[in-house]
C-alpha cells in the first residue's frame, strides 16, 4: 500500500544508489576509492569493540572509570577514539539500583567512535517511538527483565550530546584480564538494553 | 516539523528484534549510500542539520519504504538537488539508462550551495553569556509545532521538566538547518517524569533529553 503515486516501474533504490555514485564520479566530485575508504573504516576500524575497551578499563582502573564519567570524551579519547558523532560523549553508568538505556527517537543518533553504525533495531521505529513511553515492556521484550524498585533512565539523544552506557561488570569475572573483560562487553550492554553476562 | 522522524512515544508500530548475526552493511549499497549521503552535506555546501531536515522532507513513505540507508540515500539527492549540484531528475534518468531503457539526460543547473557565516567546524560553540537556566530548576517548552527543523519532539512539548545538567553551547539546529546563521545556544540535559508524559499509569521511568536554551521557559 502506498499514498505517494511513483511510476510502477521506478528504479530500485539499489539501481539510484549506483546512479548516483556514476554521477558523481562522472563530475569529477567523488571517487570510488574515497567511497571504499569510508565503508572499510566503519566495517573494520570503528565498531563497539572501540567501547568495549573503553569500558573493560574503567571496570578494572578506577581512576580512569571516574575520567571517564567526568568528562567522557576526553577519556574515550585518550584510547584514540573519537570522530564525527562524537563530539561531546557523555557516559552514564549502570548499577544494581539505576539502569541508564539510549534511544535518539528523531532520527537515529548513536555514539560512532566508540559503537560504529547503529544497528537496524536502534533505527527501527518501534524502537524509536517505544523506549521512551514504555521502556520496561520494550526492553522486557527485548530479553532484559529489571525489577520493580530500579530507577530507569531514558536518554533522548536531542543534541549533538552522545551518550553511551558504562554497563555492570557482572560478578564472577574478578579474575579477568582488561582484554579477557573486553571480550564479554556487547554493543547491546552499552547502549543499555542487555546486560554483560560472565562466560 | 511534526513528520513521520518525530516518533517519541508513537502508537502501532509493533516489537523489536535483535539479529544477533547482523554486518554493518546487509547488502553493498546501503553502504555505498552510508558514504555518498555522508559526503553529500559537503559536496552540496550543506550541513548535519540540513541533513536531518532533508531526512525529515522525505515524502513518508519514502522515508521509511527503503529503510535507514534508503532514506540517506535519498536525502543525498535531495540536497544536491537542492544546492544545483545536479538536476532534478538525474538519478533517476542514470537510473534508467543503466538498465538499458533510451531516456534523456536532464540538462544541468546552475549551482546555488547555501552561504552563511560559520562560527568553526562542527557544532560545538564557546559562549560568553551565562546560561540562562540553573540544574535544578523547573522548565517547560512551548507546546505550540513549528514548521521547519527543530529538535523539541512533540511528545515533550509543553510538558514540565527539570534541568539536570549544562551541556557544551553549540549552534541551533533549528537556524543552520535553514542557513539563517548559528545561532549558537547553551544546552541543557531536561528530565521529565514518564508520568508527566504519559499520564498517571505510565511506567516508572524518567526521560532525559537535551534542549536548546530557545525552545526553554522558566516554570518554577
Known amino acids: 500500500m502506498t499514498e505517494k503515486t511513483e511510476p510502477a516501474d521506478m528504479p530500485s533504490i539499489e539501481l539510484r544508489t549506483e546512479a548516483l555514485e556514476s554521477l558523481l564520479v562522472e563530475a569529477g566530485l567523488v571517487t570510488p576509492e574515497a567511497l571504499d575508504g569510508l565503508i572499510n573504516r566503519y566495517v573494520a576500524d570503528v565498531g563497539p569493540m572501540n567501547g568495549a575497551k573503553v569500558v573493560a578499563k574503567a571496570w578494572t582502573d578506577d581512576a580512569y572509570r571516574r575520567q571517564l564519567l567526568d568528562d567522557g570524551t576526553a577519556a574515550v579519547g585518550e584510547l584514540g577514539f573519537a570522530g564525527p558523532q562524537g563530539e561531546h560523549i557523555v557516559v552514564v553508568e549502570n548499577t544494581p539500583e539505576i539502569h541508564n538505556v539510549v534511544v535518539c527517537t528523531l532520527c537515529s543518533c548513536y555514539p560512532w567512535p566508540v559503537l560504529g553504525l547503529p544497528p537496524d533495531w536502534y533505527k527501527d521505529p518501534a524502537y524509536r517511538s517505544r523506549m521512551v513511553r514504555e521502556p520496561r515492556t520494550l526492553l522486557s521484550e527485548m530479553g532484559l527483565d529489571l525489577d520493580d524498585d530500579v530507577d530507569v533512565r531514558v536518554w533522548d539523544s536531542s543534541a549533538e550530546n552522545r551518550y553511551f552506557v558504562l554497563p555492570e561488570r557482572p560478578e564472577g569475572t574478578e579474575s579477568m584480564s582488561e582484554e579477557e573483560l573486553a571480550e564479554l562487553v556487547t554493543r547491546d550492554a552499552m547502549v543499555g538494553v542487555a546486560k554483560v553476562t560472565a562466560p | ?220
Open chain 2, 1 to 220: 516539523m511534526d513528520g513521520i522522524h518525530d516518533m517519541g512515544g508513537k502508537h502501532g508500530w509493533g516489537s523489536v528484534t535483535i539479529d544477533p548475526d547482523e554486518p554493518v552493511f546487509r547488502t553493498r549499497w546501503q553502504g555505498r549510500a552510508f558514504a555518498l549521503g555522508a559526503m553529500s552535506m559537503g559536496l552540496s555546501g550543506t550541513n548535519l542539520d540540513a541533513f536531518r531536515h532533508g531526512l525529515e522532507r522525505l515524502h513518508p513513505t519514502e522515508y521509511l519504504n527503503d529503510g535507514y540507508y534508503g532514506r540517506w540515500m535519498k536525502c543525498a539527492e535531495l540536497l544536491l538537488v537542492d544546492s544545483g549540484v545536479l538536476p532534478p531528475g538525474a538519478v533517476e534518468a542514470r537510473a534508467r539508462q543503466l538498465r538499458g531503457e533510451d531516456v534523456p539526460t536532464p540538462e544541468p543547473v546552475t549551482e546555488k550551495k547555501p552561504s552563511y557565516e560559520r562560527g568553526g567546524s562542527g557544532s560545538l560553540r564557546e559562549l560568553d553569556s551565562e546560561p540562562a537556566f540553573a540544574v535544578g530548576q523547573q522548565v517547560t517548552t512551548s507546546s505550540i509545532g513549528k514548521s521547519g527543523h527543530t529538535r523539541l519532539p512533540s511528545y515533550v512539548r509543553g510538558r514540565r521538566g527539570v534541568v539536570i545538567a549544562h551541556r557544551p553551547p553549540a549552534v541551533l539546529p533549528d537556524a543552520t538547518a535553514h542557513f539563517t546563521g548559528e545561532d549558537p545556544q547553551h544546552v541543557y540535559t531536561v528530565e521529565y517524569e514518564s508520568t508527566e508524559l504519559w499520564g498517571p499509569d505510565a511506567e516508572p521511568a524518567t526521560v532525559r533529553i537535551d534542549h536548546f536554551e530557545s525552545y526553554m521557559e522558566d516554570a518554577s
